[in-house]
């Protein structure tokens, strides 16, 4: 257990760290499985709208520290590349 006052802060500004951090990868991982519906369902109109709302929630987590800049580029691909195939 943290005995010094700083320690103690630094516990508390974790907790609320770990929670915002947790917050942001949930969406971030939500609207990834939105673009990955859309794509299974053909549905080029949705699938677009999916990945661009997508990439700016990762593109801001990459911003943030939260995901590391070149995972968030690789997500980006990778989605990109699903909302490309569709006919």
């Keep these: ?3 010094t006052q700083s320690a103690k802060k630094r516990i508390r500004q ?6 915002i951090n947790r917050s942001v990868m949930s969406r971030v991982r939500t609207l990834r499985k939105k673009v990955a519906e859309a794509v299974t369902g053909q549905d080029k109109e949705a699938a ?40």
Excluded: C, E, L, Q
């Design 48 to 87: 677009v709208t999916a990945y661009n709302v997508f990439a700016s929630a990762i593109d801001k987590a990459a911003k943030k520290g939260i995901v590391p800049a070149n995972r968030a580029a690789n997500y980006k691909s990778k989605a990109a590349k699903a909302v490309a195939t569709i006919a």
């Design 1 to 3: 257990m943290a005995h």
């Design 14 to 19: 974790t907790i609320a760290r770990t929670a």
